[in-house]
C-alpha cells in the first residue's frame, strides 16, 4: 500500500462530495463519536440535529473533529480530517442569515431533514428547542490516501 497526504484542495473535494462523517466531541475528558449527515459550504460543515447528547456536549466543549472516508478500489481509501468549532444557529435576531444559509445549504439534498429528526430517545423539554441547526468552522484539515 502507498500512503501520502491530500492536498488542501483534494481533501476540500472530498468534504463536498460525500454526505456522511463520524464527529467527535468531547466533555470531562470522554470522547463521543457519532455519525452526521452534513452539508459542505465555504469553510463550514452545515448540520441538523434534534438536541440530546451530541449537542449538550458541543455546547460545553465547541472543539470538535470530524473524520470523513471513501473506500477505493481493492483496499484503497481516501480519508479527511477536519478539526474545528461548533457554532450554533439559533432561530434569534442576529443569527437570521447564518440560519438560512445553513438551510439553503442543507435543504439542496432531499433527505437532509430525515436523520436529524429522528431521535429514539424522550421528547425534548419545553424549554429546549425542537431543533438545532449549527456549523462546524473548519480551522484544519487534513487528509491521506491508500492505494495499492
Not at 451530541?54 to 473533529?65: F, G, Y
Not at 447564518?98 to 438551510?103: F, G
Not at 425534548?124 to 484544519?140: C, E, G, K, N, Y
Amino acid at each position: 500500500m502507498l500512503i501520502r497526504t491530500l492536498s488542501a484542495l483534494e481533501c476540500t473535494k472530498l468534504l463536498t462530495a460525500n454526505r456522511v462523517g463520524r464527529l467527535a466531541c468531547a466533555k470531562d475528558g470522554q470522547p463521543y463519536v457519532v455519525p452526521l449527515y452534513y452539508a459542505h459550504s465555504d469553510a463550514h460543515l452545515y448540520a441538523f440535529s434534534m438536541p440530546g447528547k451530541k449537542i449538550e456536549w458541543m455546547r460545553a466543549n465547541p472543539l470538535v473533529s470530524v473524520q470523513v472516508d471513501e473506500h477505493g478500489q481493492g483496499r484503497g481509501w481516501r480519508s479527511v480530517v477536519v478539526d474545528g468549532r461548533y457554532e450554533e444557529l439559533p432561530d434569534r435576531i442576529g443569527h437570521k442569515l447564518e440560519r438560512d444559509h445553513a438551510w439553503s445549504v442543507l435543504s439542496k439534498h432531499s433527505d437532509w431533514w430525515e436523520p436529524g429528526a429522528l431521535k429514539p430517545i424522550v421528547p425534548p423539554t419545553a424549554d429546549s428547542a425542537p431543533h438545532v441547526f449549527f456549523r462546524i468552522l473548519i480551522q484544519q484539515v487534513s487528509g491521506r490516501e491508500a492505494s495499492e
